[in-house]
T-cell receptor
Framework: DQQVKQNSPSLSVQEGRISILNCDYT??????FLWYKKYPAEGPTFLIS?????DKNEDGRFTVFLNKSAKHLSLHIVPSQPGDSAVYFC????????????FGTGTRLTIIP | DGGITQSPKYLFRKEGQNVTLSCEQN?????MYWYRQDPGQGLRLIYY???????QKGDIAEGYSVSREKKESFPLTVTSAQKNPTAFYLC???????????FGSGTQLSVL
């Protein structure tokens, strides 16, 4: 049972345009959400997080939106840059505690120059 | 440079053999974790340790063992009881269980 789903295995976006990566979850107990980014031959690195008390969190070019009623999370990257080409994982958990996180399968983002 | 080092990058296991994956961190983090990634699946937690000399089973601990004798080291042994060991293994650490994870670059384990 995949409680965190990233239904798009891959996404291609022109440089300078907006990239939108989506994540859906099924567990209504999840209230803490994160995005990690992974380059080839490297481990994932933390990108941005949001808790359920907010519906938006921004960090520079990256914004995460949370729609609790739809159990949907999205990551917006504006403007997209070639260095953003990577695999993006979303993760969710019932409160804080890394041992409780459930990870999605990842979306490979390719930025086209 | 501070970080997490996993070795080796590639490892092959023969049937019935135990193998140990190394994970070392110099970030002074208290918590360490082992994850497994299979094609088409998200990361799944094998074991975690929030403090030296203590560790807990994750979601898929069967066939694996760990030790945490030193703060900086958290080796994972894949035993012969793990019938499907071929996967990509990631080690991670964090200041505490509530802080963001820092990952190593992973070890690909394959069965000969």
């Amino acid at each position: 049972d995949q409680q965190v789903k990233q239904n798009s295995p891959s996404l291609s976006v022109q440089e300078g345009r907006i990239s939108i990566l989506n994540c859906d979850y099924t567990n209504s107990m999840f209230d803490y959400f994160l995005w990690y980014k992974k380059y080839p031959a490297e481990g994932p690195t933390f990108l941005i997080s949001i808790s359920s008390i907010k519906d938006k969190n921004e960090d520079g070019r990256f914004t995460v939106f949370l729609n609790k009623s739809a159990k949907h999370l999205s990551l917006h990257i504006v403007p997209s840059q070639p260095g953003d080409s990577a695999v993006y994982f979303c993760a969710a958990g019932p409160g804080f505690g890394n041992e409780k996180l459930t990870f999605g399968t990842g979306t490979r983002l390719t930025i086209i120059p | 440079d501070g970080g997490i080092t996993q070795s080796p990058k590639y490892l092959f296991r023969k049937e019935g053999q135990n193998v140990t994956l190394s994970c070392e961190q110099n970030l002074n983090h208290d918590a360490m974790y082992w994850y497994r990634q299979d094609p088409g699946q998200g990361l799944r937690l094998i074991y975690y340790s929030q403090i030296v000399n203590d560790f807990q089973k994750g979601d898929i601990a069967e066939g694996y063992s760990v030790s945490r004798e030193k703060k900086e080291s958290f080796p994972l042994t894949v035993t012969s009881a793990q019938k499907n060991p071929t996967a990509f293994y990631l080690c991670a650490s964090s200041w505490s269980a509530n802080e963001k994870l820092f990952f190593g670059s992973g070890t690909q384990l394959s069965v000969l």
